[in-house]
């Protein structure tokens, strides 16, 4: 399986400022059709996961542009400008290319 | 707009079984692939099972391979998972989300399975 490895595993950050948050995987998410299923999700606080950004990129609909990820083969990045309250939560990466999908443990990004 | 119910959560014995639903609306469901992901109290996501658009493919991670069945009737815009031989470590809120392009784009609110005696 794919080992998904995310840090820091929390982050303060001031109303305003700028967080990036890494995501290494095992092996390469490459898949075979050229694409890279790397993802991108938020849990706020008693909520359900939603879906922040998809193939390493791809802002999913409604998602802000102060969202963005970026990376390649196994190294990803999200990366989260002029942070909003209602940014705070739990970040997850996860990885699509292969079954079993896997997820990252988490960072729980947190106000300063 | 797309939503996603699940149900049928709830506490169950080791070693019971239980069968949980997820209903679809606001968007053609047969259409899409859709998974199951839970999440034990306090912990991160787990993947547990694919289900292609057809049925044609399916997926199991290996902790649930064997016990659990997903399915679904495109009739009724239902996904199920059969759960069978529980376990304590199985507790969970269980969540369904449909599959967009290797990732889950929509998720239900969750039903919380309890494995206890």
């Known amino acids: 399986d794919v080992v998904m490895t995310q840090t820091p595993v929390s982050l303060s950050v001031s109303l305003g400022g700028q967080v990036s948050i890494s995501c290494r995987s095992s092996?390469?998410?490459?898949?075979?059709?050229?694409?890279?299923?790397l993802s991108w999700y938020l849990q706020k606080p008693g909520q359900s996961p939603q879906l922040l950004i998809y193939?390493?990129?791809n802002r999913f609909s409604g998602i802000s542009d102060r969202f963005s990820g970026s990376g390649s083969g196994t190294d990803f990045t999200l990366k989260i400008s002029r942070v909003e309250p209602d940014d705070l939560g739990v970040y997850y990466c996860g990885q699509g290319t292969q079954y079993p999908w896997t997820f990252g443990g988490g960072t729980k990004l947190e106000l300063k | 707009e797309v939503q996603l119910v699940e149900s049928g959560g709830g506490l169950v014995q080791p070693g019971r079984s239980l069968k949980l639903s997820c209903v679809a609306s606001g968007f053609t469901f047969s259409n899409y692939g859709m998974n199951w992901i839970r999440q034990a109290p306090g912990k991160g996501l787990e993947w547990v099972a694919y289900i292609s658009s057809g049925s044609s493919y399916i997926y199991y991670a290996e902790t649930v391979k064997g016990r659990f069945t997903i399915s679904r009737d495109n009739a009724k815009n239902t996904l199920y998972l059969q759960m069978t031989s529980l376990r304590s470590e199985d507790t969970a809120l269980y969540y369904c989300?449909?599959?967009?392009?290797?990732?889950?784009?929509?998720w239900g609110q969750g039903t919380l399975v309890t494995v206890s005696s």
């Open positions: 092996q390469s998410l490459v898949h075979n059709n050229g694409n890279t299923y």
């Open positions: 989300a449909r599959h967009v392009l290797g990732a889950g784009a929509y």
């Open positions: 193939k390493v990129s």
